[in-house]
């Protein structure tokens, strides 16, 4: 999201979707009109994100709405869906940007449901068909970034789920699996996903810097960034965010703050670093603007 550009007279956003009532009244043929308004909207970002020096950027799941439902080629605006995409891929790639996406938290593939699981697949598959369609180079710098999630009370069990369906995934989609460490300490830190995940099927980890904070196993930050960052092949991502409660609020420990006050140095040179805060981009341009 651009709150700059979503809070003009005319609101620019590639995150228009609909409920599902909706999609069953209207069908593909709304959702191919809505990703066609998102993906001119997504370009005019990208545009305006490289103006003021932004180029990382985390775009919606929700670009191509009810995507989980049918296939893109067999819409009747494909071929116009295709040609804004590559536009997009196109200004990405001449401009040197960084995109990821972040499916949300139900795409679980270490989940003890087999249903679960392939809705999941599915949904990485579509994320990793949208990547396809803008040009992009099938790998963790273009990253689809998952978290495991939770342990199901057997982690080893767990672990080797995720692995499988991995495992499952087209090529295309493989390259550009990522998973993140969770914000909870009976979840998912750092050197168990080396260990029990990249080190068996590659896929690098994002290290999240807060919620390093309820799981570093001993670990500090830059202990475990530098963990993370020898599961990658390419310039590591990350996330930095803050939390809400060092800005004053009382929110619970993991909320986001809207702002953030810094970024530590070695990681800025180590990785590019994606800002998660409330305010978005301005959160960006405060912090540049603080030194």
Known sequence: MNR???DREEPLRCNRGMQKATFEERGPAYAAELAT?????LHAILTWNHEHGIDFYRVTSTLVPWNSQFDLADLEAYDELRRLA??????V???GMRLTFHPDYWCRLASSSRETIERSLRAVEYHADWLDLMGLDRSPYFAINVHIGATYGDRAATAERFREAVRELSPGARARLTVENDDEEGLWAVPELVEQVSDHVGVPVVFDYHHHSFSD????YREGFERAATTWDCRPAVHYSEPARLHGT???PQAHADYVARVPDWLRTRADVMVEAGAKERALLGLRKSG
């Open 4 to 6: 700059t550009l979503r």
């Open 37 to 41: 308004q998102n993906l001119r909207d």
């Open 86 to 91: 590559e536009r997009c891929g196109a200004y």
């Open 93 to 95: 790639r001449e401009h």
């Open 217 to 220: 196993r001993g670990l500090t």
């Open 250 to 252: 009382d929110a619970k």
